[in-house]
């Protein structure tokens, strides 16, 4: 089986900055396209930054020039470096990968969630 852990939530002032990784771990072939997304009470999860794996990013308009989607493919993990932090940041975060896994009959590829952390930030 595979799990993603994410790490590096918290409370940080506005202004402020936070890194959160997630470190996918299991019987991995190969991981492909790695996100992360955001969601606040009573709405949908939101898409914040994608990573393929030629290393190309995309990036939501509210968090574009602020955050930083990267990804070490030697650790199979990927982080999000959010700079300039706002009060509307704060949502739970949820990385998302695209992943092949490897079994004794074969591969078998889909989708994996980090359990989510949160991330507040005070005006």
């Known amino acids: 089986q595979v799990q993603l852990v994410e790490s590096g939530g918290g409370l940080v002032q506005a202004g402020g900055s936070l890194r959160l990784s997630c470190a996918a771990t299991?019987?991995?072939?190969?991981?492909?396209?790695m996100r992360w997304y955001r969601q606040t009470p009573g709405s949908q999860r939101e898409l914040v930054a994608v990573?393929?794996?030629?290393?190309?990013?995309n990036y939501a308009d509210s968090v574009k020039g602020r955050f930083t989607i990267s990804r070490d493919n030697n650790k199979n993990t990927e982080y999000l470096q959010m700079n300039s932090l706002k009060p509307e940041d704060t949502a739970v975060y949820y990385c998302?990968?695209?992943?092949?896994?490897?079994?004794?009959?074969?591969?078998?590829?889909?989708?994996?969630w980090g359990q989510g952390t949160q991330v507040t930030v005070s005006s």
């Open positions: 998302n990968a695209d992943i092949t896994m490897s079994f004794i009959w074969g591969t078998r590829r889909s989708d994996y």
């Open positions: 299991g019987s991995i072939s190969s991981i492909h396209a």
């Open positions: 990573i393929s794996t030629d290393g190309s990013t």
